[in-house]
Every structure is written in C-alpha cells, then in structure tokens.
C-alpha cells in the first residue's frame, strides 16, 4: 500500500508576519488589502478566524466582523523564502513531491521507508524540522491516497499529525460528515447531491446508479471517493509555462496625469524585478513578455512581444513600457501585470526590438549578478538606487502572482 503525507502550513501568511512580528502574536491578523478600500482578504490567524473572517472575503466586510483586527498587506517575497526552505526539507526524503501552492504539498514516500524509517516517523521529522529551521507550524496528515493523506492533515489544525491508514478507517471517519467536505464535491453539487437526500458521505457511498442518475459520468467517481478509494498518483511539479505578477491599485490610475502615469512605470518596474527574480531563481528565459491591463470597467487587455530570450529587469521593463507606451488608452487603469511564456533553460540571441549593444551587455551582466546576491542572501539583502527609490513610493496595491 502507498504512503503518501499531505503538508498543510498553518495560516501560512499570518503566520510568516507574526513570526517577523511578535507583537502581533495573541491579535487577530488580517492580511490582505486595508479596510476603507474595495480589496479583499488574503488570509487570517486563526483568531481572526473565530469572528468569522476568511479568505476571498471582502476587506469591509472582515472590518466589521471583526474591527479590533490588524491588517497587513502582503510580503510575497517573505512567503515565498519560507515556502522555499520548507520545499528544500520536504525534497530531501523524496523527490516525488506535488506542490499546490506555497504552503501545501503531496509526498509520495513509499520507497523512502527504507531509508528514513516508516511515514509516520518522516511526517514528525518534517514537521518537528519546519518549526525548528523556519519557526513555522504545520499540520500533516499520513494516508494511503492523497485524498486520505489530506483528510489526515485537516484533521487535528494547527500543528496536527493524524493518520488514515486504509479505505475502511477513511470511511468510518468521513460517513457522518457532510458530503460537500469530500473531495471533488463543490458547493453546487453538494447542493444537488442534498436536494436528493444524500447529505453525509455515508449516504453518497450507499447511494445506487439509478439515484445518482443526474450526475451521469461522475457518479462512480464520486461512490469511489466515498469509500475513500483514491488512485491518483503524486505527479512531480513540471517546469513552469508562465511566470509573471500583477498588482490591483487601490485607487484607479489616470495614464494621462503625469504623477499616476510614473506611478504605472514605478510599478512595472517592480513587476520587472519580480519576474526577473524568479526567472532567475528556476535558470528559465522567456521567448514572449505580455502585458496586462485591466480597466475601471473590468475589462482587460494583454498585448505581447516576442522574439529571442530574455530574463533581466531592465530588458522586461523595457518591453513591458514599450508596449504600455504604445497603447491608446482612454480609460483610467485598475490593474497592470507582466507575464512571460515561452519558457526556456537555454539562453538565446536577446528580443529582436532591443538590440544587444556593449552597454546592454553589461547592465545584463549586473542584473544577473543582483539576482545572483539576492536569491544567496535574501531579496532584501541588495537594493539598486532606482529600487530604493521606486520602494519610497511604491505601496498601497495588492500583488498576485501567477505561475502555470
């Protein structure tokens, strides 16, 4: 039978700014964009939590659930460095790891108990060594499917360790359990599932072919899960087919005003190093840079340049700008972000619209040595002038980043 533990940190977010924060420890913490603007929740402690704040939630509506709450903006570029360290320990008992996000992942360890002793015993390890390197908690479960290792996780939060060790203790743990915390189960079909009396997992596992009729082909595949019978396999992360970042503005921009139109190009420029950043941290160049805008009236457009290979700041930043600059826009900006595609591990001739002159050759040079300091001390550890600078300015936007 496999062996599989899910890794779950604990309001992961919250809890990077706590640690950095002792004063906050014992508040509710809310981060994600300040109350007062049209931006929404993060993440949450688990104080937090209690008032009934969660993530998606609108930032106005988590104020008044819960108004004594302290709320921080995001640090992506902190979640990121401890979500990194915490991938480093979890690769050094197998290298068959499925992340989902920054603070979740599946680890296939069947062959790994030789070596490191039985599953129950590397999920401690890991856990007990999280806390201790990264001064993090996390909860983790140990199942025979990733479905059960999951379960397992959600168990006993914060700090769990709980194991499911066959299809039959999954069973008889989720039978009296709402149908919808079953995994594959979204709210609309737990709702379709009730309106034909199936409310536990228990009912869905009894239920016939004839009663699940309306739901046709996912009809055994959801009986399955009910009998917590789950044979998908922990499929290794694959190098990523877009790397990029955007940020939402508060306030909407008005390219036509001087001072919001160097707001844009501030923020490009850190969108740029971003981008450039994490380029370099995979050893990935890019063949095409989009650019993305998103309006006052929700609409959105993107438009591309592609060419040679490319990953420094200065040339994204060059492209994102020519193509910001080459655009009529008559609309204020709510959004604005840098994608690139057409990934590559081999450096090529540069973009064709920006020729590579000697002075172009060194500033690439720089930025790769930049790159190179701060992915080995930090991203805080190095700054250029022209970042201190945009930094001074720069604030008050919510980041998102995106990665395929």
């Known amino acids: 039978m496999r062996k599989i533990i899910h890794l779950d940190m604990d309001a992961f977010f919250a809890s990077v700014e706590e640690r950095d924060n002792p004063a906050l420890v014992g508040k509710p913490v809310i981060v994600g964009s300040p109350p007062g603007t049209r931006g929404v929740v993060s993440t949450c402690n688990y104080i937090a939590r209690k008032y009934g704040v969660h993530s998606a939630m ?4 988590a104020y008044r659930r819960c108004p004594s709450a302290v709320f921080i ?27 989902v996000s920054l603070d979740e992942g599946y680890m296939d ?3 790994s108990e030789f070596v490191f002793g039985a599953a129950e015993d590397i999920a401690k390890t890991i856990q007990r060594r999280v806390f201790e390197t990264v001064r993090l908690t996390c909860s983790v479960g140990v199942g025979y499917s990733m479905m059960s290792a999951k379960c397992a996780s959600e168990e006993k939060k914060p700090r769990g ?35 034909i009396g199936i409310r536990t997992v228990g009912q869905l596992a009894a239920a016939s072919d004839e009663r699940l009729y309306m739901f046709k082909n996912t009809a055994h595949e959801m009986r399955l899960h009910a009998e917590g019978i789950d044979n998908r396999e922990v499929m290794p992360n694959a190098a990523p087919k877009s790397i ?35 380029l370099y ?29 490319v990953r420094s700041r200065e040339k994204l930043y060059s492209a994102a700008k020519s193509l910001f600059d ?23 001739e540069q973009l064709s619209f920006m020729p ?15 790159m190179r300091l701060k992915n080995d001390f930090g991203r805080g550890a190095i700054k250029t002038a022209k970042e201190l600078a945009v930094i001074k300015k720069y604030g008050g936007a919510k980041d998102e980043e995106e990665e395929k």
Request: with cysteine.
């Open 356 to 370: 590579q002159s000697a002075e172009d050759m060194q500033k690439e040079v720089l930025s790769d040595t930049v």
């Open 58 to 61: 609108s930032s106005a509506e």
């Open 244 to 278: 990029g970042r955007e940020t939402t503005f508060l306030t909407d921009m008005d390219s036509h005003k001087p001072s919001d139109r160097q707001t844009l190009y501030d923020t490009l420029y850190m969108l740029a190093d971003d981008v450039s950043f994490r």
């Open 73 to 99: 903006k995001p640090h992506f570029a902190k979640y990121k460095d401890a979500s990194d360290k915490v991938h480093a320990i979890m690769a050094e008992y197998t290298d068959k790891i499925e992340f």
């Open 109 to 111: 360890v069947t062959g």
């Open 326 to 348: 080459g655009e009529t826009i008559n609309k204020n900006v709510r959004l604005i972000g840098i994608s690139t595609t057409n990934l590559t591990d081999t450096k090529c």
């Open 161 to 195: 360790f709980f194991v499911i060790r066959s299809p039959r203790e999954f069973a008889e743990l989720m039978k009296n359990r709402p149908v919808g915390e079953l995994y594959g189960i979204g709210k609309k079909t737990a709702e379709r599932l009730n309106s």
């Open 281 to 309: 941290r995979k050893g990935l160049w890019c063949k095409t840079v989009t650019l993305k805008l998103k309006f006052a009236d929700m609409k959105s457009i993107t438009r591309a340049y592609s060419g040679g290979c």
